[in-house]
């Protein structure tokens, strides 16, 4: 007998019943339905209450015409997928919805005037003005505190990828994870102790070291994953062509994994970027412009949002101001990554022919 | 410009773990020999050993003598990346430097050392590229990156970046393992050219390659798992295939064993 027959005769047990493709999507839909009637006739005011309801009737909807159509096992499958896609929601929607809110508040007063003058004389309630002053501090502030602080993590990470062994690599790795922990105000107390042993006023760089305390233990992280990754066969290659192990790791294994490193160094920086409570501490802002960071209070954007939110009597013009420092702060952050990016799509090993 | 190796009561730990005990052979110059025995014998550790490769390892260390050309290897004031200038290795799996094209793969040896003349290195490059019989296939994409190069060419490659530094021995671990028939007859072929110039042990487990390529073959072995490995005999690979001294040693080699 052919095995065609026996196909004939039996239902192949390879098959079974599937709901139609459109099903989820019709799911989705019924269960944002009976949640919205749900809610209205019962009178729930909070529509985050509606929400939750619709999702949890799309796992159950899901799961329940699954069951009874597809059997068990494609019901468990469903659930699963059900669930990702409702956490993917409810992971999304604050993300959109701070973006959203930024945006369109921050677009208010967010002009090249803003971006170009500072504070100076006007007073906080009043409309004008803008957050040069904060924008310059920002950069010096950061781009200080990277200096310091990448340099000290890249190598730290080198050294215990490619020379720690024993006793000290253990203990450095233990303080790198006390110092990752590290909340920021405590780094900003620490500096600001050595400030007030050494009698000193409020500046640009006290800040930047503070920054760069906080950054530190992230790029001696990111930089170990990264320098990990390097196979020991390109280790091994270049030290068998007779290359001395400091000119194997500059010129092999750094170059190999920069794309990497220079991914982590930035998520560093913007990390820093927006912290606030060091440089409350240690620059304490300036509504006047001061190109110096080694003397003189300085203004941050992180500081500059907090300052015109909470020290303007509920001006709207300092509200506007507030927002439209934020949409710059995070375009800040985002430029700085779109450039690592770049600079790790560009650097990374190429395997093109 | 090649150097015979001497080796005498050569034992070399991971740790406190033994990994070979008291090897003892002669390398003649402008030869071929192969290294063959079941995996874990310690082929490549001491193949590791002979130019200092194997206290890379973290918890890697050597006791006894290596003599190249009558100098000791590990001798206490030897500086081990000078002795691997003098004695190149090719690896298992192809492994070209991947940030680098194929015309600095090749130069890596000479630009990483920093001492090489511009004008020379185009004719190096040549040259070695020639050597390992791979100048034809890229000699128009010197410029495209070397991990693009098929899994033979790649080998070849690292071939001609180890010979480009011309080292006096060159020291292969399973070179063709990683690799198709074609590719492993282009490097067997290879291998009889090189050794015109340069002292070859490689390291193999395909016995018909070490009795096609070398003119000696040492048979290792180990008494059991997590014992240390022994050299159980060398000599002439013509005499290994027919007529060993040793019983393992035609057991292993007529399939009779492990």
Redesign the interface.
Known sequence: MSTAAVADKRPSTLQGASLPKWSPYAIVGGSIVLGVVIGLVGGLDSKIQWGLIAGLLYVFGTYGIAARVEGKRQAKDRVATSLVWVAFVVAVIPLVSLIWVTISRGVKVLDPYFLSHSMGVVADSEAGGGAYAAIIGSLEQVGLATLIGAPIGILTAVYLVEYG?GRLAKAVTFFVDVMTGIPSIVAGLFILSLMLIFDMQPFGFAGSLALAILMMPVVVRSTEEMLKLV?N????????????KW??IL??VL??SIGGITTGVMLAIARIAGETAPVLLLVFGNPFINNNPFEGAQSSLPLFIYQQYANSAGANAAYDRAWAASLTLIAFVMILNLVARGIARW?A????? | MSKRIDVSGLTAYYGSHKAIDDISMNIEPRTVTAFIGPSGCGKSTFLRTL?R?HE?T?GGRVEGKVLLDDENLYAANIDP??????I??V?Q?P?P???MSIFDNVA??L????SYKKSELTEIVEKSLKGANLWNEVKD?LN??G??LSGGQQQRL?IA??IA?EPKVLLMDEPCSALDPISTLAIEDLIGELKERFTIVIVTHNMQQAARVSDRTAFFNLAAVGQPGKLIEIDDTERIFSNPSVQATEDYISGRFG
Do not use: D, I, Y
């Open positions: 062994r196979p066969e390109l280790r091994e290659a270049s030290l068998a062509l007779g290359v001395p000119r194997t010129k092999v170059p190999t650097k090993p190429k395997t093109g022919r | 130019n490769m890379v973290p990346v000078a002795v691997r200038r003098e190149g290795m690896f799996r492994n430097f991947p940030t890596a040896g630009k990483l050392n920093g994409r495209k990156p991990s693009g690292c970046r180890a530094v």
